[in-house]
C-alpha cells in the first residue's frame, strides 16, 4: 500500500512539474508575441511593423523551448499535445496536465501585457474595449480573420499553416531521418514559426495553436471587450481551436506516409554514425 502510494505522488508530482513548465514556456512565447502586436497596433505603425510580431514570436518561440524543453518537451502548443497522446506517446493524465500548463502561461501572459499596456489601451480606445472598428484592441490579444476573408478560407488558413509547422518540427527533431543537433532545436522551431508568420499570416494572423488564442480571447471577455470576443466574425473563434488540431493529426500522417513509414526501426542517421565513430577513437 505504501509503494502504491509512493508511486501515485511521484506520477504526480511529475505532472505538476511538467505543467509548470508548459506553463512558464508558453507565459514567455505569448508575453513576447502579444507585447509586440500590442505596440505595433498602439504605436500606430511607429513601432514596429508587422515583421516586428512575426520576429518577437519567433524569438519568444525559441526561449519558451530552452525553459521548457528539458522538463516537459516544450510542447506549448494545445494542437502538439493532443496530437501527441493520440499517438499514444503520453498519456491522457499528462495530456491534461500540459494544456492546464498551456493555457496558465497563455492567461496570465494576456494578462501582463494588458496590465503593461494598460494606459496606452485606454488612451488608444478613447475608454471603449471594442473588438472592430477602427480603434479595436481586441486583435492584440486573440486572432481575428481578415476582412475580406471568408470563415471557410480562414479555416483552410490556420488548418494549412498547422500542417507546415507540424511538419517542420518532425523535420527539426526526427531522430530516425535527418534531426537537428539537439542545442539548435528551438533556435529552428523559432525561426520555422517566423517563416509561418512571413507566408501564412494575411489571412487569420497565424494561430496555428489553440493555446495560444483561447485563453487570451477568455481574458478578453473578462477584462472589458465582452462575449463580442466570441460572437464576432461569425463566432470565429472555435477556428483556432480546432483547426490547428486537425492540421497537426494530418501533419503528422502526410510526414508518417512519405517519411517515417519509409525509416527502418533501427535505422542509424549519419549523425549518430558520426557520433558513434568518434566515440570509438
Same mark, same amino acid.
Given at each position: 500500500?505504501?509503494?502504491?502510494?509512493?508511486?501515485?505522488?511521484?506520477?504526480?508530482?511529475?505532472?505538476?512539474?511538467?505543467?509548470?513548465?508548459?506553463?512558464?514556456?508558453?507565459?514567455?512565447?505569448?508575453?513576447?508575441?502579444?507585447?509586440?502586436? #500590442?505596440? %505595433?497596433? /498602439?504605436?500606430? +505603425?511607429?513601432?514596429?511593423?508587422?515583421?516586428?510580431? @512575426?520576429? $518577437?514570436?519567433?524569438? *519568444?518561440?525559441?526561449?519558451?523551448?530552452?525553459?521548457?524543453?528539458?522538463?516537459?518537451?516544450?510542447?506549448?502548443?494545445?494542437?502538439?499535445?493532443?496530437?501527441?497522446?493520440?499517438?499514444?506517446?503520453?498519456?491522457?493524465?499528462?495530456?491534461?496536465?500540459?494544456?492546464?500548463?498551456?493555457?496558465?502561461?497563455?492567461?496570465?501572459?494576456?494578462?501582463?501585457?494588458?496590465?503593461?499596456?494598460?494606459?496606452?489601451?485606454?488612451?488608444?480606445?478613447?475608454?471603449?474595449?471594442?473588438?472592430?472598428?477602427?480603434?479595436?484592441?481586441?486583435?492584440?490579444?486573440?486572432?481575428?480573420?481578415?476582412?475580406?476573408?471568408?470563415?471557410?478560407?480562414?479555416?483552410?488558413?490556420?488548418?494549412? #499553416?498547422? %500542417?507546415? /509547422?507540424?511538419? +517542420?518540427?518532425?523535420?527539426?527533431?526526427?531522430?530516425? @531521418?535527418? $534531426?537537428?543537433?539537439? *542545442?539548435?532545436?528551438?533556435?529552428?522551431?523559432?525561426?520555422?514559426?517566423?517563416?509561418?508568420?512571413?507566408?501564412?499570416?494575411?489571412?487569420?494572423?497565424?494561430?496555428?495553436?489553440?493555446?495560444?488564442?483561447?485563453?487570451?480571447?477568455?481574458?478578453?471577455?473578462?477584462?472589458?471587450?465582452?462575449?463580442?470576443?466570441?460572437?464576432?466574425?461569425?463566432?470565429?473563434?472555435?477556428?483556432?481551436?480546432?483547426?490547428?488540431?486537425?492540421?497537426?493529426?494530418?501533419?503528422?500522417?502526410?510526414?508518417?506516409?512519405?517519411?517515417?513509414?519509409?525509416?527502418?526501426?533501427?535505422?542509424?542517421?549519419?549523425?549518430?554514425?558520426?557520433?558513434?565513430?568518434?566515440?570509438?577513437?
Amino acid at each position: 500500500m505504501l509503494e502504491k502510494t509512493k508511486k501515485v505522488f511521484r506520477i504526480r508530482n511529475t505532472a505538476i512539474r511538467k505543467m509548470l513548465a508548459e506553463a512558464l514556456g508558453t507565459f514567455i512565447v505569448m508575453v513576447f508575441g502579444l507585447s509586440s502586436v #500590442a505596440q %505595433v497596433v /498602439l504605436g500606430k +505603425g511607429n513601432s514596429g511593423q508587422y515583421l516586428s510580431i @512575426n520576429i $518577437a514570436f519567433g524569438i *519568444g518561440v525559441t526561449l519558451g523551448i530552452y525553459a521548457a524543453g528539458g522538463v516537459s518537451g516544450a510542447h506549448l502548443n494545445a494542437a502538439v499535445t493532443i496530437t501527441q497522446c493520440v499517438l499514444g506517446n503520453i498519456s491522457w493524465t499528462t495530456l491534461v496536465a500540459y494544456i492546464i500548463g498551456q493555457f496558465l502561461g497563455s492567461f496570465m501572459a494576456a494578462a501582463t501585457v494588458f496590465a503593461l499596456y494598460y494606459d496606452a489601451i485606454y488612451d488608444y480606445s478613447n475608454g471603449t474595449l471594442t473588438v472592430s472598428g477602427p480603434t479595436a484592441t481586441a486583435m492584440i490579444f486573440s486572432t481575428y480573420p481578415a476582412a475580406n476573408v471568408s470563415l471557410q478560407g480562414a479555416f483552410f488558413t490556420e488548418f494549412t #499553416a498547422t %500542417v507546415m /509547422l507540424i511538419l +517542420g518540427v518532425l523535420v527539426i527533431h526526427d531522430e530516425k @531521418n535527418n $534531426a537537428a543537433i539537439k *542545442g539548435a532545436q528551438p533556435m529552428l522551431t523559432g525561426i520555422l514559426v517566423l517563416g509561418i508568420g512571413l507566408g501564412m499570416g494575411l489571412n487569420t494572423g497565424y494561430a496555428i495553436n489553440p493555446s495560444r488564442d483561447l485563453p487570451p480571447r477568455i481574458f478578453t471577455a473578462i477584462a472589458g471587450w465582452g462575449t463580442a470576443v466570441f460572437t464576432d466574425d461569425h463566432s470565429w473563434w472555435w477556428v483556432p481551436v480546432s483547426a490547428p488540431v486537425l492540421g497537426s493529426l494530418f501533419g503528422v500522417f502526410i510526414y508518417k506516409l512519405c517519411i517515417d513509414f519509409h525509416n527502418e526501426p533501427n535505422h542509424e542517421t549519419e549523425h549518430e554514425k558520426e557520433q558513434a565513430g568518434m566515440e570509438t577513437s
